[in-house]
């Protein structure tokens, strides 16, 4: 067995727990790089 990388969640809903599932959790805001690069240095400290 492995993780499929799918995810489920409950949600509150009128007085009850809904399911929901395979809901997306990726950051909508996110552009799809994996951090912020630092600034390159145009001369280097040697």
Do not use: C, Q, T, V
């Amino acid at each position: 067995m492995a993780p499929d990388m799918s995810f489920d969640a409950y949600k509150w809903h009128k007085g009850k727990w809904l399911l929901e599932r395979d809901i997306d959790l990726r950051d909508p805001k996110r552009d799809g790089k994996p951090f912020k690069a630092p600034p390159k240095d145009p001369s280097p400290s040697r």
